[in-house]
């Protein structure tokens, strides 16, 4: 009996997962006429000046341990917070790509193709980015990599630009902020 | 009421499977089938396989041996096509995007050998029946096959949710019905097999699968051939901004 159970709780559990993703799918189809509200710009410069590790070293050496662990915890949260942005711009940006793939015009579909991989790619980086921060914040001593979400950042931004050109050039898309 | 061999009994075996057999002739004839080959064959092969064991059990005829033969190979027949399918819907939904078709790949494979881990775990851990191993073992395979059906889905709709990718219709209503059907069919193969439940209430058990099952050939029906409603078309509304002034700062970066 305790085997049936155990069943019979999983088979829920996963018919409720399934359920609860299939209902939000359709009130993200419902409410995606206005996505490009939705991103959060995000400021690549400041973002860049926490991940460098020029930046770290300099801290090493000028603050006592107790004090860099501290600051160093400090920025991998501000980190956190940017990287999980750009997480969710990414997804944005996915659904923006993957409506405009419907489009009849072959560079549209191209560029909204390679918009959604790239979206797709930044989204992927920003769950491995986000793993390693939080297990950065354990060890603030050990190194980091957030490098290839800002690499994939910058690339999605080109994709997103040129995407918002090709379908409506008067108004252009942004997903950075401040430069 | 839930009696087997009663006429509402009779109605849900052999309505869905006919149904099936139906949306089967319908998806070929406009060209669908193309599209989801591997569904085409499920909802072919399975609707035959099932009528061919309701023709087994009614047919005074047939032993109880040919009975569960025929029901072995149907399972086996359809577990062989419901995993095409997986690759169908796994290929469609993710296969197009780079970025994420190898990782999806890679982590399915790993979640397809702890399913089956599982499901084995499962099998072994189930009280045995010695006396009529072949009904025991089909109920166990049959078991097996929802469990990892059931979490293959799961981790299917996970996927596509954390990458927030909306799925084309069709492939959407396949996989949806095929997911209810599987988590109730888990849930209820589990009790029948490891319950210990009276006769009776077994039976309700076997009439709520095969109610689940006619519900979800209802749902491939709308999802496959109830159009979709026309959207109004309109360009994705992009905020302000420079963009130029944008892709200037970027190479900049890029290239400090």
């Known amino acids: 009996m305790t085997l049936a159970i155990i069943l019979v709780i999983a088979a829920a559990v996963a018919l409720i997962v399934i ?3 299939a209902l939000s799918r359709s009130l993200q189809l419902s409410a995606g006429t206005n996505l490009a509200t939705q991103i959060q710009p995000i400021d690549v410069e400041a973002f860049r000046n926490l991940i460098d590790p020029a930046e770290d070293d300099y801290l090493r050496r000028r603050l006592p341990a107790a004090e860099f662990r501290i600051v160093r915890r400090r920025r991998l949260r501000a980190m956190a917070a940017y990287v999980h942005t750009a997480g969710r711009n990414a997804a944005v940006l996915v659904r923006m790509g993957q409506a405009a793939l419907a489009a009849g015009d072959v560079p549209t579909v191209e560029a909204a193709r390679r918009l959604v991989d790239n979206a797709l790619l930044l989204r992927r980086n920003a769950a491995f980015a986000l793993l390693r921060i939080y297990l950065a914040l354990a060890w603030p001593n050990s190194g980091l990599a957030a490098e290839p979400v800002l690499r994939g950042y910058e690339k999605l931004n080109g994709s997103a630009m040129l995407l918002g050109r090709l379908q409506n050039p008067a108004t252009p898309v942004r997903i950075s902020a401040s430069l | 009421m839930f009696r087997a061999h009663s006429l509402l ?6 309505a869905p499977n006919l149904l099936l057999l139906i949306l089967g002739f319908l998806i070929w004839k406009l060209g669908i089938a193309r599209k989801v080959p591997a569904f085409f064959a499920l909802a072919v092969l399975s609707a035959v396989s099932e009528l061919a064991v309701y023709a087994a059990d009614v047919l005074p005829t047939v032993g109880p041996r040919t009975f569960w033969g025929i029901n072995w190979v149907g399972l086996l027949i359809e577990g062989v096509l419901k995993f095409l399918l997986f690759g169908e819907i796994f290929s469609q939904v993710f296969g197009s995007y780079r970025s994420v078709a190898r990782l999806g790949r890679l982590l399915i494979q790993w979640v397809g050998v702890a399913l089956i881990l599982v499901a084995t775990a499962a099998a072994a851990y189930a009280p045995q029946n010695s006396r009529f191993g072949i009904v025991s073992g089909f109920h166990f395979l049959e078991q097996a096959v929802y469990l990892i059906e059931s979490g293959l889905l799961v981790f ?21 019905g095929l997911s209810i ?13 490891n319950g210990g439940l009276p006769d009776s209430k077994r039976m309700i058990l076997v009439f709520l699968n095969m109610a689940t099952y006619h519900v979800c050939v209802l749902i491939w029906f709308y999802y496959l051939l109830v159009p979709k ?27 400090p």
Do not use: M
């Not at chain 2, 954390?162 to 959407?172: A, D, I, T």
């Not at chain 2, 420079?242 to 190479?251: F, G, K």
């Open chain 2, 156 to 176: 299917i709709f996970l996927f596509s949710f954390y990458f927030h990718l909306v799925w084309e219709r069709r492939l959407f209503g396949i996989t949806l």
């Open chain 2, 9 to 14: 009994w009779t109605y849900l075996w052999v």
């Open chain 1, 19 to 21: 359920l609860g993703v």
């Open chain 2, 181 to 193: 059907s599987s988590c109730v069919h888990l849930a209820s193969w589990a009790l029948i097999d």
């Open chain 2, 229 to 255: 409603k026309p959207a109004a078309k309109s360009a994705v509304s992009l905020p302000e901004n420079s963009l130029e002034a944008w892709n200037r700062e970027l190479e900049r970066l890029v290239q």
